[in-house]
């Protein structure tokens, strides 16, 4: 479970504040001492015995773990309500914990839920046009009223554009932060921050509550964004944007589903969106739909990822996605409970008298929950 300040040692909250400590150095100490403990009281020599740690980097630990300040940060943390989610703790993000170097520590305002672990990242230019804000608020309601939790970097523009999207359809949404989380940034976020939380969701970040919004944070920043996520939809992006390195990092080193939405060809906003489809790399979207069917693709890779890192958590890879179904999913469910083998789309239609839209989008998430098995012949519970 997440830890409240004053349920962390000293030790633990040195070694997660000391800068320069990142997620493969301590992840080394923790191996080497096995405990937090004995690895905040290591000495130079000790430190030293591990591999990769010389004399010269031993002494920066060392003195950055002494320089650190528990109790400051205590204090923050209790007063703005933040807890800490370790690594290998329960409710450490799934999905997150598969990706490289995955962060040691996250510091959370809010809440997050098994409805979570079924994510998709909206990302895409701080200076977007009324075409890529439209867009972004409109993916975002249609994915979150199918049970998706929207993921960003509440960002101005495309970002701000998704968090606002799923709170319009009271969905749920995280905001993932360059910054510490006793800071506000943009600033001009802050209510919509505070809107977030109260509203049932989540704010993130790896860095201590009083982080400034670092040029270099962002990039870390954004890997936790693709890694919470089962796949990364690029609204609006000119060809060097941080938003097209994220879909590229997520497809490449996280085997996430990268998509775009394509835009004006006479538009600089969108160039980056049309040569990541020209490319190939990511798939051409127009519609919530479109998302949902890459995202059932993405779902085997991830579900094989957890496989493959022996994941053991009272949630398992098997039963991953089988969360918190919302009503029309629920009303499909039962209407397969009740056939006898295997179904056609008109028959659930006439069954649950659900509009087809909204059957062929809820089929899509209850297979990327293996709820259920399509095929040519029509579709069945998997039992």
Not at 185 to 196: K, T, W
Not at 219 to 226: E, L, W
Not at 296 to 302: Q, R
């Amino acid at each position: 479970m997440s830890h409240e300040s004053h349920d962390l040692s000293d030790a633990t909250l040195r070694l997660m504040l000391a800068p320069g400590l990142g997620p493969v150095t301590l992840g080394k100490l923790e191996e080497r001492f096995g405990s937090h403990d004995r690895a905040a009281s290591a000495t130079v020599r000790e430190l030293t015995e591990i591999e990769g740690i010389g004399p010269t980097t031993a002494s920066s630990i060392r003195r950055a773990v002494d320089q650190a300040e528990p109790g400051q940060e205590r204090e923050e943390m209790a007063k703005a309500g933040v807890r800490l989610i370790l690594r290998g703790d329960d409710d450490y993000p799934v999905l997150l914990a598969t990706i490289p170097n995955p962060p040691t520590a996250l510091w959370i305002r809010g809440e997050l839920t098994d409805a979570d672990r079924l994510a998709v990242a909206i990302v895409g230019s701080r200076r977007c046009t009324a075409y890529g804000r439209e867009q972004a608020g409109r993916f975002a309601s249609l994915l979150a009223q199918c049970g998706l939790t929207i993921v960003s970097g509440g960002a101005l523009g495309i970002d701000g554009e998704a968090h606002r999207g799923a709170l319009r359809v009271h969905g749920r949404t995280i905001a993932v932060m360059g910054c510490g989380l006793a800071r506000s940034y943009p600033p001009q976020h802050a209510e919509l921050f505070d809107r977030i939380v109260a509203e049932g969701g989540a704010l993130l970040s790896e860095y201590r509550m009083q982080a400034e919004p670092k040029g270099d944070h962002f990039p870390h920043r954004n890997r936790i964004i693709s890694g919470l996520s089962l796949g990364v939809l690029v609204v609006e992006a000119a060809r060097r944007s941080g938003a097209l390195i994220t879909a590229r990092k997520a497809a490449d080193e996280q085997g996430r589903e990268a998509m775009a939405l394509p835009g004006r060809v006479d538009s600089p906003a969108s160039a980056g969106c049309l040569s990541a489809i020209r490319e190939g790399w990511a798939a051409l979207v127009t519609n919530h739909a479109d998302v949902l069917n890459q995202l059932d693709a993405s779902s085997h890779l991830v579900r094989g990822a957890l496989e493959v890192a022996g994941h053991e958590s009272a949630t398992t890879a098997a039963t991953l996605f089988d969360q918190n179904l919302t009503n029309g999913q629920q009303a499909i469910v039962d209407a397969l409970t009740d056939a006898d083998g295997t179904v056609a789309v008109e028959q659930i239609a006439a069954r649950t008298q659900l509009p087809l839209s909204q059957i062929l989008a809820d089929l899509t998430l209850l297979q990327i929950r293996g709820r259920i098995h399509k095929d040519h012949t029509g579709i069945r519970l998997r039992r």
